[in-house]
């Protein structure tokens, strides 16, 4: 019983995770904007690829005329022994050529295909990095990753062989129809005749194909989010003993998955046979009529081998062309989830003409701030209070009440849906972001750490920063003394989120990247909560001399941190109820004196 219950619910959170696919046309205007990022390369691999795509068509479509027509029509019956040899000769320079020609098109038409898909990855990124924090709230990191990864890995057939061929197949496709008229008119008619019915049975394929598609990018997109959120939480996975439960869940996405593209590739495939098929016809109709002119007189047998040979090249462009459609319903697919992350915009916008403040101040005002997460709950109400340029002020209150809304307006992750935030006078939404925030830096309680060496890890904050200044900043906050008892001291490798340091070294070295960042404005958001007691107090020692002539917003749950702090702001539920120094706040015998109380009993 407990089984079957365990099940359901497991198969309700998988076809809970389930998108919706989209049933609509292809859409030829958004095909085009995606070849629009082969026009860096117009004036040179595109040339150079479309110029040996027409000389390999021209070679093509010249050897059979001589095959046919000269060789056994002209040479071999005149027995021409002279012309025969130059034939001989001509044809294999010709292969040769082709040969040459052909390795050149692949070589070209990779390096384009791979070029082009650098530019949209490059450009997709870019772009990401570009978009507001709502963007990230509303999407799993595992989605974003397979739109940046595996749907543009699905474009690169698209772009290597597909563009090209597709011009190849187009020349190959109406030369070949032109010589076939010419050749024999009434047999070309009798073969194009299968043409409508070939065409008709195509057709009520493609919407199926192109769903098929859409629907496994989706499964493969909710693969790869499960994936990532099992691995990022599998220690949370094992602490409440979840492995069968996730694994089961997994299965069932597997399983979707499997599914999937068994019914793609299946429905793939039908169009592959059925052209060899509606091939095999004309053959057979070549075979039957065909002789039957030969006999009539109607066509010489050299003619007849030419239209042979001419015929096997009318099929191969038909059925490349159906594989290109094929290409075209995956790119279709995963174009329409790229170009739905390129169409997005950042919700916190750039002035039109924005403030650049070389060095700003750090004066802080809100006037009367509102703010929403979801258009519905406010997670601040008419917030005022001002914060002069060096100053520390610390947002004390309970989980929820705005602390964290306060830092990420200042820093401008999102924009205040009412009143104002002032930054040394000036609207914060008439600054310059890119030049806001390059003066503020951020220290979090979760506190990131990248791949790479510590010292690496530091130097982020500030790229072009020395050694000396790294391991200065690194002595300011007490973190020196430990990264010199690692291995390699400062050249150590961490790996993604340091997991081989202590969650208080990890807070140590986020520190000393902001501080090495010198920023106007500092914001510690809950900084010194992982952090041991000796260590916040070498932290505290440091920060009296770098916070000095800096704005600080200190945000933090331990409220012996901000005992110093020029002026405490409690807040609840996004209102302000209290606000003084540490002193006067207890004077008062109000919420901050009854916080403080009750932190002092947790301890005793």
């Given at each position: ?73 002209k ?38 295909g ?34 940046i ?12 062989n ?29 073969i ?7 065409f ?57 998955n499997?599914?999937?593209w ?10 592959g ?5 509606t ?17 009539n007189g ?23 062309l ?9 790119g ?15 919700i916190?916008k ?5 403030v650049?403040?070389?060095s ?13 997460y979801d ?10 209070f001002?914060?002069?340029?060096g100053?520390?002020?610390a ?19 999102y ?10 006078g ?5 600054l ?39 391991i200065?900043?690194?002595?300011a ?49 809950e ?17 009296k ?33 209290e ?11 109000g ?6 109380k ?7």
């Amino acid at each position: 019983m407990e089984e079957t219950r365990r099940k359901k619910l497991i198969l309700e959170r998988f076809h809970y995770a389930q998108d919706q696919v989209i049933d609509k046309p292809f859409n030829w205007k958004q095909m085009w904007r995606l070849l629009q990022y082969l026009r860096p390369y117009a004036k040179n691999l595109l040339p150079l690829s479309f110029l040996t795509v027409v000389v390999s068509t021209v070679v093509r479509l010249i050897i059979p005329i001589l095959i046919g027509v000269y060789t056994l029509d002209k040479a071999i019956i005149e027995k021409d022994t002279t012309l025969l040899t130059q034939l001989v000769f001509l044809i294999s320079g010709l292969y040769v050529l082709s040969y040459i020609v052909n390795a050149l098109r692949i070589r070209w038409m990779n390096r384009l295909g791979q070029n082009v898909i650098y530019d949209l990855r490059k450009h997709l990124f870019t772009h990401v990095q570009t978009l507001s924090h709502r963007f990230f709230d509303q999407r799993s990191a595992g989605s974003i990753l397979v739109r940046i990864i595996n749907d543009i890995n699905s474009l690169q057939d698209l772009f290597t062989n597909g563009v090209i061929n597709l011009l190849t197949d187009f020349l190959l496709l109406f030369a070949t129809i032109f010589i076939l008229f010419s050749l024999n008119a009434k047999l070309t008619i009798a073969i194009m005749v299968i043409l409508p019915i070939m065409f008709f049975i195509s057709t009520s394929l493609r919407k199926k194909i192109r769903l098929s598609w859409q629907q496994v990018r989706l499964i493969q997109s909710k693969m790869n989010s499960h994936l990532n959120e099992s691995i990022q939480g599998i220690r949370v996975t094992q602490t409440f003993t979840q492995e069968k439960e996730n694994s089961q869940f997994f299965q069932g996405i597997n399983q979707e998955n499997y599914q999937t593209w068994k019914q793609t590739v299946k429905k793939n495939a039908m169009f592959g046979p059925f052209v060899e098929m509606t091939n095999a016809v004309g053959t057979a109709i070549l075979i039957w009529y065909g002789a039957t002119l030969v006999a009539n007189g109607e066509c010489t047998m050299g003619e007849f081998v030419s239209f042979a040979f001419y015929l096997g090249m009318f099929w191969e462009p038909i059925s490349r062309l159906g594989q290109l459609y094929n290409q075209l319903l995956v790119g279709m697919a995963s174009s329409e989830r790229i170009f739905e992350f390129l169409d997005e915009r950042p919700i916190v916008k750039e002035a039109p003409k924005p403030v650049v403040l070389p060095s700003i101040k750090g004066q802080i005002d809100f006037k009367e701030v509102e703010f929403s997460y979801d258009d519905t709950r406010k997670a601040l109400n008419g917030v005022s209070f001002s914060i002069k340029a060096g100053e520390t002020a610390a947002l004390v209150g309970h989980t929820g009440s705005g602390k964290t809304t306060i830092a990420n307006l200042v820093s401008r992750f999102y924009d205040a849906t009412g009143g104002q935030i002032m930054i040394d006078g000036h609207p914060i939404q008439e600054l310059s972001i890119t030049n806001l925030r390059s003066q503020i830096s951020v220290v979090l309680q979760d506190t990131f750490i990248f791949s790479g060496t510590i010292m690496e890890n530091i130097r982020f904050g500030k790229p072009d920063a020395s050694d000396e200044e790294v391991i200065a900043a690194a002595k300011a906050v007490g973190a020196d003394s430990f990264i010199n008892r690692l291995s390699n001291g400062y050249q150590t490798e961490v790996e993604e989120r340091g997991n081989v340091l202590s969650v208080g070294e990890r807070q140590l070295i986020s520190f000393a990247r902001a501080l090495l960042a010198d920023p106007k404005i500092l914001i510690l958001d809950e900084a010194t909560a992982s952090i041991d007691t000796e260590a916040e107090v070498k932290i505290q020692q440091a920060l009296k001399t770098l916070l000095k002539d800096r704005t600080a917003i200190m945000i933090a749950h331990r409220l012996s941190t901000i005992r110093e702090a020029d002026q405490i702001i409690v807040l609840d539920h996004g209102n302000i109820l209290e606000q003084g120094n540490h002193n006067t706040l207890m004077a008062e015998q109000g919420v901050y004196y009854e916080l403080i109380k009750a932190q002092y009993k947790m301890l005793t």
